[in-house]
């Protein structure tokens, strides 16, 4: 059950835009848009991994990536 959460679009670029282009623009998408009900016999992480990841279901995971890098 492995879902892709980045998801990509080329946005309308006008030939008088006033700013350069932006070719390809991504955004993250929740992943509980994937799973509509829970199904049975859902894969667990561990009790100190859950509280570690922030759920206790691997599927609703979704890791936050900065944008500015580590440590920032």
Not at 17 to 40: G, M, N, S
Not at 45 to 64: H, M
Request: proline share 19%.
């Amino acid at each position: 059950m492995e879902f892709s959460q980045v998801r990509v679009y080329h946005p309308f670029i006008g030939p008088f835009d006033p700013c350069p282009p932006i070719v390809t623009k991504t955004y993250q998408t929740p992943p509980q848009l994937f799973i509509p009900f829970q199904p049975p016999n859902l894969p667990q992480f561990s009790p100190k991994e859950a509280l570690f990841k922030g759920t206790l279901w691997p599927a609703l995971f979704s890791p936050y990536e900065s944008k500015w890098g580590k440590g920032q």
